[in-house]
């Protein structure tokens, strides 16, 4: 393995970082009914167990910084790794409901570390042409980890072993961890240290003769500046990078906000709220949003080279924003056979268009860009941490949301879903992202 070309081990270290954060927030999805009768939880301890994950992003991304000072990115990423395969196990043998909540909490302390470093160090290791590549696998490998999760999950709930998913959360850590330390520093890292000679090995690995010069050269003019918490911060509010750091902070803060939270972890209650076909009807249905995901995923890939980036986020977000609506109307006012059908078609939808516009060019907006691109990369990973953390207490209230009301049963397929408990949540987030891009 040691053999792999620099691009190779980036496109390896991509595909496990993405795999990380994809299985690890959709991994209770197909399993929560059982987590939830074992532990006899109530709404609320469900949110709590459930959102645990994101709190712990939230945390992961904002200690991202100070702690990659010292050891690197490569240090911080491998222990990242390390503390994913501990909180996975830890998950899986979880005796109680406050244990598997804390479980989940360093996992996603794990996922925020990873979610705020591995764009900011692929993006420095890769060429300007292999960067969107490098960034589209990462987003790819995330959709598929999902799909991997909802089948493995649908197994795993027909046969009450909801704790293997656990297991099977600590293998892309355990590949993050090995894959990490094949990566070489970062040309900055070696040019601070005063190895110019292997910065200039290192790019021309990733890079072509003309763009290592001119990167080179770059790095050079800058090197005497400082490079401490404060210059990051002083980059980032510098008059000539404001325009790229509000286009990736933008980027990051959109991925989370357009509702994406709801569908991954809720998406089998949502649809056995909507009377689809009961329990197993909407474990089905939830494993079609997997693999339409991935399907539009990799769709992605050519429109985004055929229609470019404004277009997709355009059309996608606006996309979003009806679906969320229409899948809204139907559970609260519609029910019964016709709005449970008409609910799954306006989530796929949904999915459809995150993934050929906000899902991955939350990734390319983040890592490309030659004005202040490291301090650019640094807040929108930081950025995109803290929106993933900031769905949290909303997939809490979603969660307790479509639980039934105390003492009542939904009576699927007869009723709006509003007898059941359900609020009027869905929707908003899309359509605050629309207004806000476009006002």
Do not use: K
């Given at each position: 393995m040691t053999r792999l070309t620099l691009h190779q081990r980036l496109l390896v270290v991509a595909s496990a970082g993405g795999a990380l954060f994809g299985y690890s927030i959709s991994a209770m999805n197909q399993t929560l009914e059982e987590v939830r009768s074992e532990f006899r939880l109530s709404s609320v301890e469900q949110g709590i167990v459930v959102s645990a994950l994101v709190a712990g992003c939230l945390v992961g991304c904002l200690a991202a910084g100070a702690v990659t000072d010292r050891p690197g990115r490569r240090a911080v990423l491998s222990a990242a790794g390390a503390v994913g395969i501990v909180a996975a196990l830890l998950c899986a043998v979880a005796p109680a409901a406050w244990f598997l909540a804390g479980g989940r909490f360093i996992l996603g302390l794990a996922v925020g570390v990873t979610s705020a470093i591995a764009p900011v160090l692929l993006g420095e290791l890769a060429s300007a042409q292999a960067r969107g590549s490098v960034m589209m696998v990462y987003q790819l490998a995330l959709t598929v980890a999902i799909l991997a999760a909802l089948l493995l999950g649908l197994e795993q709930a027909a046969a009450h072993q909801w704790r293997w998913?656990?297991?099977?959360?600590?293998?892309?850590?355990?590949?993050?961890?090995?894959?990490?330390?094949?990566?070489?520093?970062?040309?900055?890292?070696?040019?601070?240290?005063?190895?110019?000679?292997?910065?200039?090995?290192?790019?021309?690995?990733?890079?072509?003769?003309?763009?290592?010069?001119?990167?080179?050269?770059?790095?050079?003019a800058t090197r005497g500046r400082p490079t401490g918490r404060r210059t990051t911060w002083q980059a980032i509010l510098d008059r000539e990078n404001r325009l790229p750091v509000a286009i990736a902070v933008g980027a990051g803060l959109m991925a989370a906000l357009v509702g994406i939270g709801a569908v991954v972890y809720y998406s089998t209650l949502v649809f056995a709220t909507a009377g689809v076909g009961g329990r197993l009807g909407a474990q089905i249905a939830s494993l079609s949003f997997g693999i339409v995901n991935v399907a539009a995923s990799v769709a992605s890939l050519w429109l985004i080279r055929r229609y470019g980036r404004r277009p997709l986020l355009s059309v996608g977000l606006a996309g979003m924003a009806t679906a969320l609506t229409v899948s809204a109307i139907c559970l609260v006012a519609v029910g019964g056979s016709v709005g449970g059908a008409v609910t799954v078609a306006a989530v796929l939808i949904f999915v459809i268009c995150f993934a050929f516009s906000a899902g991955p060019l939350t990734w390319l907006c983040t890592v490309t860009g030659r004005v202040g691109r490291r301090a650019a990369a640094?807040?929108?990973?930081?950025?995109?941490?803290?929106?993933?953390?900031?769905?949290?207490?909303?997939?809490?209230?979603?969660?307790?949301?479509?639980?039934?009301?105390?003492?009542?049963?939904?009576?699927?397929?007869?009723?709006?879903?509003?007898?059941?408990?359900?609020?009027?949540?869905?929707?908003?987030p899309a359509v605050g992202a629309v207004a806000i891009l476009h006002g």
């Open positions: 998913m656990f297991v099977v959360n600590a293998l892309p850590a355990a590949v993050l961890l090995i894959s990490v330390r094949l990566l070489p520093l970062t040309p900055g890292v070696l040019m601070a240290q005063g190895r110019d000679d292997q910065a200039l090995h290192v790019l021309r690995a990733g890079r072509s003769a003309v763009e290592a010069e001119q990167e080179y050269a770059f790095l050079r640094q807040a929108a990973g930081r950025a995109a941490g803290m929106a993933a953390g900031s769905v949290g207490p909303g997939t809490g209230t979603v969660g307790a949301a479509v639980r039934p009301a105390p003492g009542r049963r939904p009576r699927v397929g007869r009723e709006p879903a509003r007898a059941a408990g359900v609020r009027p949540t869905a929707g908003v």
